[in-house]
T-cell receptor, first 113, second 113 residues
Framework: DAGVIQSPRHEVTEMGQEVTLRCKPI?????LFWYRQTMMRGLELLIY????????DSGMPEDRFSAKMPNASFSTLKIQPSEPRDSAVYFC???????????FGPGTRLTVL | AQSVTQPDIHITVSEGASLELRCNYS??????LFWYVQSPGQGLQLLLK??????LVQGIKGFEAEFKRSQSSFNLRKPSVHWSDAAEYFC???????????FGTGTRLKVLA
């Protein structure tokens, strides 16, 4: 089975531009998580969905960040406008209902100049 | 408050030597515990998990971990380290109410030839 798929793997953009990160969870998984990883703050949970519905977005840093899950096989994390402090690796993870282990994608390394 | 502590930020071992990475947790109920490994530029890969039962759990790549309730620990071990084990290792506990992971800050392992 394919794992969690993320695109792009690397994104370099300029401050003020809109950035969209994409994630395809493992088929059959009901939960989807977005994380951000930085040297200073480690792994932070931004938001998670259950059955395409956002359950907890308390980790979203500010209104510039938004996430959607239009169907069970696709989610986006959007930053508009982007700022240099958003530079980080963004991970998507998914898990199946009733199971606790999460499976992570390879991440998107975002650099905002 | 629930928390996970990985006391060692960096560990260096020689190839072929044994390894133990420490993880301490603070959690009121029976915890669900995980170890993940992150190779450079990669996502997090699940090494092993503990939910209940036998306190010594076996994982992939020759790793094992032992749950000790009396010490609130879940240390990761490997009898003989390979150069390919150089990576960052994360311990995590699941909040049984929200199913959100609480991650430790990670331990970066360096392997000397």
């Amino acid at each position: 089975d394919a794992g969690v798929i993320q695109s792009p793997r690397h994104e370099v953009t300029e401050m003020g531009q809109e950035v969209t990160l994409r994630c395809k969870p493992i088929s059959g998984h009901d939960y989807l998580f977005w994380y951000r990883q930085t040297m200073m703050r480690g792994l932070e949970l931004l938001i998670y969905f259950n059955n395409n519905v956002p359950i907890d977005d308390s980790g979203m840093p500010e209104d510039r960040f938004s996430a959607k899950m239009p169907n069970a096989s696709f989610s986006t994390l959007k930053i508009q406008p982007s700022e240099p402090r958003d530079s980080a690796v963004y991970f998507c993870a998914s898990r199946r209902q009733g199971r606790h282990e999460q499976f992570f994608g390879p991440g998107t390394r975002l650099t905002v100049l | 408050a629930q928390s996970v502590t990985q006391p060692d930020i960096h560990i260096t071992v020689s190839e072929g030597a044994s390894l133990e990475l420490r993880c301490n947790y603070s959690y009121g109920a029976t915890p669900y515990l995980f170890w993940y490994v992150q190779s450079p530029g990669q996502g997090l890969q699940l090494l092993l998990k503990y939910f209940s039962g036998d306190t010594l759990v076996q994982g992939i790549k020759g790793f094992e971990a032992e749950f000790k309730r009396s010490q609130s620990s879940f240390n990761l071990r490997k009898p003989s380290v390979h150069w390919s084990d150089a990576a960052e290792y994360f311990c995590a506990v699941v909040n049984s109410g929200t199913y959100k992971y609480i991650f430790g800050t990670g331990t970066r392992l360096k392997v000397l030839a």
